[in-house]
């Protein structure tokens, strides 16, 4: 059965219809909450996480002194939504479930169990990511996995090491779909590699709860980026 689309997903993409047609160009400031909230006739809540889901795409960012931007690299790519099929989106949700219930604990763990070894090679990793990503502004799809997968390995957990090997195929699709739109937004790149580069913070300083909320943190802004992008794809509450 499918869910009722949530009003904050509905405002994120009419906002970014009337980016794309040049209501709000490049480069501009957005109206504040309150005005956004009168214009679409509902609370300030559902205005405050839509622009919170053009943040976490890269379409949209703060800057001191308060009011959000349009970004000025925000390219006509961007725009285009994501076609896939309703059994790859059902599969999708629910990989992101799991994601959510398994990744934070992981990153917890490994904050406690890791090696030194371990740690330089999500170092490593992370290092291949900014190479690929930022510096050559590619997706990093193939250093992004692994990246992930060095901390469940992290964790010394054989069930959730396991987990994920059985899940590489899955993780590869939906990384693709999420990624894809990142490569002509430089800011958006940077703001990614800098999510990964605070779990590994957390994870070097053996800060288990905080390396927990930097990844959880991380998947959800994945996946606002779904809720963005693919029409059928409700993104669960907070």
């Known amino acids: 059965m499918s869910r009722k689309e949530k009003i904050s997903q509905v405002i994120s993409r009419e906002l970014l219809q009337l980016i794309e047609n040049g209501t709000y160009p490049p480069g501009t400031k957005l109206p504040t909450e309150k005005e956004l909230a009168t214009q679409f006739g509902v609370s300030r809540v559902p205005v405050r996480e839509a622009l919170s889901v053009l943040r976490a795409t890269g379409v949209i960012s703060s800057k001191q002194g308060g009011g959000s931007y349009v970004e000025e690299t925000t390219s006509k790519a961007l725009f285009q939504m994501i076609e896939i099929n309703s059994d790859d989106i059902e599969t999708i949700k629910y990989l992101f479930e799991m994601r959510k219930a398994l990744e934070p604990e992981a990153a917890f763990l490994a904050a406690t169990r890791r090696t030194p070894e371990q740690l330089d090679n999500m170092k490593e990793l992370l290092q291949r990511l900014q190479k690929e990503s930022v510096t050559e502004g590619k997706s ?40 894809q739109p990142n490569v002509e937004l ?34 959800r802004n994945a996946e ?4 963005l992008f693919i029409k059928d794809f409700v993104v669960e509450p907070d």
């Open 186 to 219: 430089d800011y958006k790149r940077k703001s990614v590699f800098k999510e990964h580069q605070r779990i590994v913070e957390a994870i070097e300083l053996e800060e288990p709860e905080l390396a927990k909320v930097q990844c959880l943190i991380h998947l």
């Open 140 to 179: 990093g799809i193939e250093a992004d996995i692994e990246f992930h997968r060095s901390i469940v390995h992290a964790t010394h957990n054989p069930i959730m090491i396991q987990t994920i090997e059985n899940l590489s195929m899955l993780y590869e699709k939906a990384l693709a779909i999420t990624l």
């Open 224 to 227: 606002k980026k779904l809720g």
